[in-house]
């Protein structure tokens, strides 16, 4: 099972989900991208599902971003999705770590 990281302004509810987006192809790191796009089509290809840590970024505005704190104390788990350039992971549940 892919293991994505989600930073916490990249979080959204919609339609009574929680989805968090993983990986756009229109960021500017392409390697980072690469690699992320890699783990999102191998979760695609096999079953679909990925865990999420939540990161918090110190200054979301900030480039590179730097974390102020990572939930350690869960990880959040659901299918993964491509709208577009971006794909998200929709939470279905969460466990405790």
């Known amino acids: 099972m892919p293991v994505f990281t989600g930073w916490q302004d990249h979080v959204a509810r919609q339609d009574g989900q929680t989805k968090v987006l993983v990986s756009d192809t229109s960021w500017s790191n ?25 990161i918090k970024a110190v200054d979301p505005t900030a480039s590179p971003r730097a974390v102020e704190w990572l939930d350690a104390d869960r990880v959040m788990i659901g299918p993964v999705v491509r709208e577009g350039s971006q794909a998200f992971v929709i939470v279905q549940r969460q466990v405790a770590l």
């Open 30 to 54: 392409k390697a980072g991208v690469n690699n992320q796009e890699r783990w999102v089509d191998y979760s695609l290809q096999h079953g679909g599902e990925a865990a999420v840590f939540w």
